[in-house]
């Protein structure tokens, strides 16, 4: 490793360190984990503006260019100046293999982020067609990091972690549907980190493989899991990642079905379970599922409440489920009589005991030519907040098809759509969110919403969802939306 990388990865090694030293220590059976939202430790938040010396983010999942995920990495700028970085890429350790020296075989990448733009490392520069993983260390804030993947079955965005942590939750996956579901772990920290992994099924119940319970991962290094190995033909699979020691982020890579009849979903984990998660724009049209995934995995049984929000204010009767102690729960809306086929709608769940996890999956009609996804799986938002940066839509997304915002308050919220730097837009004045009336605004002219990144900015919190294109359901792909101190 040339002196130039070494100090770049060392530079992210202390900020995992220092950063994941706060995350809430816990495993199935343990314990209650704390329920916190958006601001504190979570996945969804950019660095602040302002007296912010430099930032890192880390992301997982996809592959190189030859692989069957390609991910491309992309920096959003949401201040008035440029940013520059190093992205140091490393490749998934072999299965069985001895675990590698710290970062072996890791290549850096300068970057520079544009003031009020954005930059991409693509597929090509993240290698061979194995599994990458990244750290991406910059020096400022202001600055949110995603990855998008592609493939044959579709293509997904997703957020990078702002922080390591020693606990990752995820509230639904499958392993049969003619696809796969891996799971990423990586390790950019100074230390090594020991990882537990428990799947509870909806069928089977609580699982703990041997082979997942005390996983090796080293300094500068990813590991990668077929959670199919040992749940084989599982629909209903959520996952607990746990760490004994050191701190790691997680993601999970679904692969559904094949091109016309499938999708590609890559979803972060959550480090900390919440007590309110949004879904701001949810529409069950014709020949379309939408199915909400909630998990449970503390050792108290959850009372969750399902708000949903139409539009002109015309609320339906919330719904309500008990989710069991280390358990998941299914919620299909189309099974709901109260929600109106094909009427956009916002749904807000809340857990008056201890915090969950809520994922939304969406299975749209087949048909569509690749890469156009027919499903779609999602983690809702953790709470609300007063600034939101929006990045552009990445290859093979061609931009965003709509931007929904949910009111999380009893007043009227007044938000405005701004440059991702803050600066205002010609003809865009500000407009009002009714609490449980969702805003969806699409593209018109002097709003690009598919072309640029954009800022969200509102007097008080509001959740956000950026339905991007081209889909074969609203909802299947949504560009990750980024709260900013």
Same mark, same amino acid.
């Given at each position: 490793? %040339?002196?130039?990388?070494? @100090?770049?990865?060392?530079?992210?090694?202390?900020?995992?360190?220092?950063?994941?030293?706060?995350?809430?220590? @816990?495993?199935?059976?343990?314990?209650?984990?704390? /329920?916190?939202?958006?601001?504190?430790?979570?996945?969804?938040?950019?660095?602040?503006?302002?007296?912010?010396?430099?930032?890192?983010?880390?992301?997982?999942?996809?592959?190189?260019?030859?692989?069957? !995920?390609?991910?491309?990495?992309?920096?959003?700028?949401?201040?008035?100046?440029?940013?520059?970085?190093?992205?140091?890429?490393?490749?998934?350790?072999?299965?069985?293999?001895?675990?590698?020296?710290?970062?072996?075989? &890791?290549?850096?990448?300068?970057?520079?982020?544009?003031?009020?733009?954005?930059?991409?490392?693509?597929? %090509?520069?993240?290698?061979? +067609?194995?599994?990458?993983?990244?750290?991406?260390?910059?020096?400022?804030?202001?600055?949110?990091?995603?990855?998008?993947? +592609?493939?044959?079955?579709?293509?997904?965005?997703?957020?990078?972690?702002?922080?390591?942590?020693?606990?990752?939750?995820?509230?639904?996956? !499958?392993?049969?549907?003619?696809?796969?579901?891996?799971?990423?772990?990586?390790?950019?920290?100074?230390?090594?980190?020991?990882?537990?992994?428990?799947?509870?099924?909806?069928?089977?119940?609580?699982? &703990?493989?041997?082979?997942?319970?005390?996983?090796?991962?080293?300094?500068?290094?990813?590991?990668?899991?077929?959670?199919?190995?040992?749940?084989?033909?599982?629909?209903?699979?959520?996952?607990?990642?746990?760490?004994?020691?050191?701190?790691?982020?997680?993601?999970?890579?679904?692969?559904?079905? %094949?091109?016309?009849?499938?999708?590609?979903?890559?979803?972060?984990?959550?480090?900390?379970?919440? @007590?309110?998660?949004?879904? !701001?724009?949810?529409?069950?049209? +014709?020949?379309?599922?939408?199915?909400?995934?909630?998990?449970?995995?503390?050792?108290?049984?959850?009372?969750?409440?399902? /708000?949903?929000?139409?539009?002109?204010?015309?609320?339906?009767?919330?719904?309500?489920?008990?989710?069991?102690?280390?358990?998941?729960?299914?919620?299909?809306?189309?099974?709901?009589?109260?929600?109106?086929?094909?009427?956009?709608?916002?749904?807000?769940?809340?857990?008056?005991?201890?915090?969950?996890?809520?994922?939304?999956?969406?299975?749209?009609?087949?048909?569509?030519?690749?890469?156009?996804?027919?499903?779609?799986?999602?983690?809702?938002?953790?709470?609300?907040?007063?600034?939101?940066?929006?990045?552009? /839509?990445?290859?093979?997304?061609?931009?965003?098809?709509?931007?929904?915002?949910?009111?999380?308050?009893? @007043?009227? &919220?007044?938000?405005?759509?701004?440059?991702?730097?803050?600066?205002?837009?010609?003809?865009?004045?500000?407009?009002?969110?009714?609490?449980?009336?969702?805003?969806?605004?699409?593209?018109?002219?002097?709003?690009?919403?598919?072309?640029?990144?954009?800022?969200?900015?509102?007097?008080?919190?509001?959740?956000?969802?950026?339905?991007?294109?081209?889909? !074969?359901?609203?909802?299947?792909?949504?560009?990750?939306?980024?709260?900013?101190?």
């Amino acid at each position: 490793m %040339s002196p130039s990388l070494r @100090r770049t990865v060392l530079v992210a090694v202390l900020v995992a360190v220092v950063v994941g030293a706060g995350a809430v220590d @816990r495993a199935v059976g343990r314990g209650s984990p704390t /329920a916190v939202t958006v601001g504190a430790l979570s996945p969804v938040g950019a660095a602040p503006v302002h007296g912010t010396e430099s930032s890192a983010w880390y992301c997982a999942g996809g592959t190189g260019s030859g692989g069957s !995920a390609p991910g491309t990495i992309v920096l959003t700028n949401g201040t008035a100046r440029p940013v520059t970085g190093t992205v140091t890429v490393v490749a998934a350790q072999a299965q069985a293999a001895a675990p590698p020296a710290p970062w072996a075989g &890791a290549s850096a990448i300068a970057v520079v982020v544009p003031a009020d733009g954005a930059t991409s490392v693509g597929p %090509s520069q993240l290698g061979s +067609s194995a599994v990458k993983a990244a750290a991406v260390v910059l020096d400022g804030g202001g600055v949110a990091v995603a990855q998008a993947v +592609s493939g044959p079955a579709g293509w997904s965005m997703a957020p990078c972690a702002a922080s390591t942590g020693t606990s990752w939750y995820f509230a639904h996956g !499958a392993t049969s549907q003619g696809g796969g579901l891996t799971l990423a772990l990586f390790n950019p920290g100074a230390t090594n980190a020991t990882v537990d992994v428990t799947m509870v099924s909806a069928t089977a119940g609580v699982l &703990a493989p041997a082979a997942y319970q005390g996983i090796d991962v080293g300094p500068g290094s990813l590991v990668t899991e077929n959670l199919g190995d040992h749940a084989a033909n599982d629909t209903e699979l959520a996952t607990d990642v746990s760490t004994l020691s050191g701190a790691v982020v997680a993601t999970e890579l679904q692969s559904a079905g %094949s091109a016309g009849n499938g999708g590609l979903s890559l979803v972060l984990g959550v480090p900390v379970p919440s @007590r309110r998660w949004v879904f !701001a724009q949810n529409t069950d049209g +014709s020949g379309t599922t939408v199915a909400f995934h909630v998990f449970n995995p503390s050792a108290r049984s959850a009372a969750v409440s399902v /708000a949903v929000e139409l539009p002109r204010g015309a609320g339906a009767v919330p719904l309500t489920m008990r989710v069991a102690p280390e358990t998941s729960a299914t919620l299909v809306a189309n099974d709901q009589t109260r929600i109106p086929a094909g009427v956009p709608y916002g749904a807000v769940f809340s857990s008056a005991g201890p915090g969950i996890v809520v994922s939304r999956q969406i299975s749209g009609p087949a048909g569509p030519a690749a890469p156009t996804p027919e499903d779609g799986e999602v983690t809702g938002v953790p709470g609300g907040w007063r600034r939101w940066i929006v990045p552009a /839509a990445a290859s093979p997304g061609t931009g965003i098809s709509a931007l929904a915002v949910v009111d999380l308050g009893s @007043r009227p &919220a007044e938000v405005r759509i701004l440059t991702s730097d803050g600066g205002v837009i010609t003809g865009q004045g500000p407009r009002l969110v009714e609490p449980g009336a969702p805003l969806l605004i699409e593209p018109g002219p002097g709003l690009a919403l598919g072309f640029a990144p954009f800022a969200v900015s509102a007097d008080r919190p509001v959740a956000l969802e950026a339905d991007a294109v081209p889909v !074969a359901a609203p909802g299947a792909v949504v560009v990750p939306a980024f709260a900013q101190g």
